[in-house]
């Protein structure tokens, strides 16, 4: 039977904008194009997971279009169970502005909107949570009264203060960051990785395309990317976490957990949009074997 996995963090639109230039100050550029795509690192994670077959509870803030938008349909059809999340009536989806330019060159724009009104919120005990990018105020409060916790400051790490920051990672049990955030952390607390070691059972640092590195007591194990072309890297590192979550609350071993999250990114980054070509379990099942070898049993 699958654990509940609720996630915590922003739901929002991502609006994709290809033009001939980024604009300077005072000046315009043509669009090329444009897609509106669902996203938010918390309800790109819900969604996978849902999609791989397991149970996911989406703890979010969302404004008064949500349903208008089309994504409360969207998430209600993956199955995600949306009993948690805080309906803010004066306030639109968080949303995202992201503009690409022909030479590859990226400016985002970011609407908190309904996200802006985490710090307000009370929330209530969960068996097992994972922090996504989202409010450290919030994050502070259910990180305490969670079971177990997984946590993933991503790029709203310079939000956080440091008194939050070393609340949330004195009840963490998984984290996962970037090189960079991972340096940022140690920074910000004045701990070295060797003391986060010590202190966090299970510490996942993503490496783009070299992979990731898991690290649990004395033990790590380097996991290689899957191969696939990719067309937009945007939400891979959501997927690796949603495949990553699934598998640990299975019970799969460590290597086999980011081997698994490993196949999920391979998915998303084969089309745009962080939603657009997840996997079930079955069909990242294919992947993996045909990557890593048989996929063991679940404990």
Request: aromatic fraction near 10%; charge should be negative.
């Amino acid at each position: 039977m699958d654990r509940i996995i609720s996630v915590v963090g922003h739901t929002a639109l991502d609006y994709i904008v290809d033009v001939e230039k980024i604009a300077g100050k005072n000046e315009s550029s043509p669009v090329i194009d444009y897609e509106e795509y669902p996203g938010g690192g918390a309800a790109n994670i819900a969604v996978a997971i849902a999609k791989l077959g397991g149970k996911s509870q989406l703890i979010s803030p969302v404004g008064t279009d949500f349903s208008s938008s089309g994504y409360e349909k969207l998430l209600k059809e993956a199955c995600v169970d949306l009993s948690r999340l805080y309906i803010i009536e004066a306030l639109k989806l968080s949303t995202a502005f992201i503009f690409t330019d022909r030479d590859d060159n990226q400016t985002t724009y970011f609407y908190w909107g309904a996200s802006s009104k985490f710090k307000e919120l009370e929330p209530e005990p969960a068996d097992f949570v994972h922090l996504a990018t989202a409010d450290c105020v919030y994050n502070a409060k259910i990180a305490q009264i969670a079971g177990f916790v997984s946590f993933d400051p991503g790029q709203d790490l310079v939000t956080y203060s440091k008194d939050k920051l070393e609340t949330i990672l004195s009840h963490t049990d998984i984290l996962f960051a970037n090189r960079h955030e991972i340096k940022r952390v140690s920074e910000m607390t004045g701990k070295s990785f060797s003391e986060l070691r010590a202190m966090i059972d299970v510490i996942v640092i993503t490496y783009d395309a070299e992979g990731s590195i898991i690290y649990t007591g004395n033990e790590e194990w380097e996991i290689p990317v899957v191969s696939v072309k990719a067309v937009d890297p945007t939400g891979a590192g959501d997927a690796y976490r949603a495949g990553f979550l699934l598998a640990y609350t299975r019970g799969y071993s460590l290597p086999t957990c980011g081997k698994i999250g490993s196949t999920v990114a391979s998915f998303a980054v084969q089309s745009r949009g962080c939603q657009t070509s997840l996997p079930t379990w079955e069909e990242m099942k294919s992947r993996y074997e045909a990557s890593f070898g048989k996929l063991e049993t679940e404990n």
